[in-house]
């Protein structure tokens, strides 16, 4: 079994920061992309960030500069720095790792169960 878990989120006021932690453990053998995602209130979940193993990454468009995406990959950690927080986004943060587990060569997508973020204005 895989288990994602996210850390870091909380309330901060509008202009803060916040690094969200996301820990994958278990029956792991390889993580290839490291995903953030976030889903506000009414809204179809959205990318957030995205980092390939060499660390390649993608941004979505709202992001603008203000947000890193990193990871380690010895801790099979992936963390997202947010800088400049504004109200819009408050949303519940979620991670996903496309995970190969022992045994076998085929890569799943696994997600962790999602921490909140809310901006005060």
């Known amino acids: 079994q895989v288990q994602l878990v996210e850390s870091g989120g909380g309330l901060v006021q509008a202009g803060g920061s916040l690094r969200l932690s996301c820990v994958a453990s278990g029956n792991i053998l390889n993580i290839n992309d490291m995903s953030w995602y976030r889903q506000a209130p009414g809204n179809q979940r959205e990318l957030v960030a995205s980092?390939?193993?060499?660390?390649?990454?993608n941004y979505g468009d709202f992001v603008k500069g203000r947000f890193t995406i990193s990871r380690d990959n010895y801790k099979n950690t992936v963390y997202l720095q947010m800088n400049s927080l504004k109200p819009e986004d408050t949303a519940v943060y979620y991670c996903?790792?496309?995970?190969?587990?022992?045994?076998?060569?085929?890569?799943?997508?696994?997600w962790g169960q999602g921490t909140q973020v809310t901006v005060s204005s």
């Open positions: 980092i390939s193993r060499p660390g390649s990454t």
């Open positions: 996903k790792n496309s995970i190969s587990t022992s045994g076998t060569s085929i890569y799943m997508d696994y």
